[in-house]
């Protein structure tokens, strides 16, 4: 609900702070009082577009300012969240035009763009004028009001829900379909590579260590020539093996006559020909390796010149050959499993293809229901508006399949005839703009339940009409204010009459400065009020008697203390 607005410096519009109530209220005043700047100002605050002709002349920055108390509006929180404005009891939305049209906006004192001011204030606030009737020339929109009447949230959920499911089935459907495509593709290339490296089985780490050989290989000669050396100084005629065995026996045979003496030393020259022994072992090893067993310099080269050019024709690391020769096995293997993956992902696809259409079907069974008794609805209220030969059409059909998203596959059209025999068409090139008015009030009475909008505003909705029909605009306004807060400016006494509070806006002139007031009216000064609207300049007796039984409450209080009607 619209609780104040504060506007300073719009147009003739210097200062103004206007609390405002729920229920119905009336802004009245006579034509070019400024009635329409209201309008622009609370634009503004809203998120319209800024023109610097808003701003009052001689003034430098124009501001308006509309608090509104929100109450249970779930559709704002994640939009505050985004914005990083914490929770307050009220929203404040504030805009800022300078007189050179630059423009800044705030919620709640956190600077925000226009773009998400507007945002809030759609779900804040709906305003209807002659022609600018968004909800109903808007066919995005039309789809959210059906959906809001019929109440069928648990099928939108269910549609929503397997549309994504159906989403995810066709990528993965696409998914296998390319995998085994490009397998196809790359077969004969992946038949080739794997033979080819399985005859060059490579071993991982295969090259270093090939090369490490290959260095060590280079060094043959001399390193079997210091071999055979060291076992000649070690175990030939004259080695160490043979004089260190001398040693022993010389001093072993003396022995007995030592004592214990020679025990230590005898000892130590054992250890002594154990190691070197064990080192002429090592050294006849490699001597025979260096000899015999190790492969030649020329088989090394080659081998390593394989590795290298296998390496450079898959454009891999040698020592990742093994790898890839795996890899080209799984991707063989999955081709050759291809057709069964893709046989699964396609059965897949058809089950959520088959969920997302039934669920719907369901839902567009669902939305040509209510289709039906929303029509009828509005049928109901549109003969007491002047409208009783039109027909207002909800028109639910099957949408392309491009089309079809998580909000189903129907496309929704409010439609009219005006005329008996005519074919229903949009309302933008059916009806005129008062009547447009007049379809979207009955629309908003039939909807006041099902939309979240918790305030109403109407410009001139009882345009070009007077009497009985403006008796009974204003009875489906005053029953509209009774689940949200409408505001409806107005030059018809009957909807004056009916409402719960009336302002009057005029202009004063001081010190020959014009600008626009508007004040709260009482009740004498509500009769007044009406009786000049209804007489004109010269307001008469005979037009406070008929203000008077315009203002006569119809019956007794509503429960909740407004006037019943």
Known sequence: MLATLSIRDVVLIDRLDLTLGGGLSALTG?????????????????GARADSGLVRQGSGQASVTAEFLPGDTPELRPLLDELGVPPEETLRLRRMLSADGRSRAFVNDVPTGVASLRRLADALVEIHGQFDQQALLDPAQHRRLLDAFAGHRGLLTATAATHRARAAARERLAEARSAVEKARADE????LGLAELGDLAPEPDEEAELAEER???????????????????LAGDRGAESRIATAARLIERQSDRAGDRFEPAIAAIDRALAELREAVGLLEGQAREFADGARSLEVIEDRIHALRGASRKYGVAAAALPELAREFARRLEALADGTALLERARQEAEAAEAAYRAAAAELSQSRRDAAGRLDGAVAAELPPLKLERARFVTDVAAAPESDWGPDGMDRIAFTVATNPGSA?????????GGELSRFML???????AA???????????????GGAVASAVGERLARLSRSVQVLVVTHSPQVAALADSQLQVRKEVTDGTTATRIRPLDHAARREEIARM??????TDAARAAADSLMQPVDAPAPSGRRSR
């Open 442 to 448: 009955a629309l908003k009475v039939v909807l006041a």
């Open 215 to 233: 260095a060590t290989m280079s060094q043959r000669t001399r390193l079997l020539e210091a071999v055979r050396g060291a076992l000649d100084e």
């Open 424 to 432: 229903p068409g949009p309302l933008g090139r059916i009806a005129s």
């Open 534 to 539: 209804l007489s004109g300049a010269a307001v």
């Open 30 to 46: 006579e034509t070019g009082a400024g009635k329409s700047i209201l309008l622009d100002a609370l634009g503004l605050a809203l």
């Open 188 to 191: 004969e290339y992946l038949r």
């Open 451 to 465: 939309d979240p909008v918790g305030t109403l505003v109407f410009d001139e909705v009882d345009s070009g009409i």
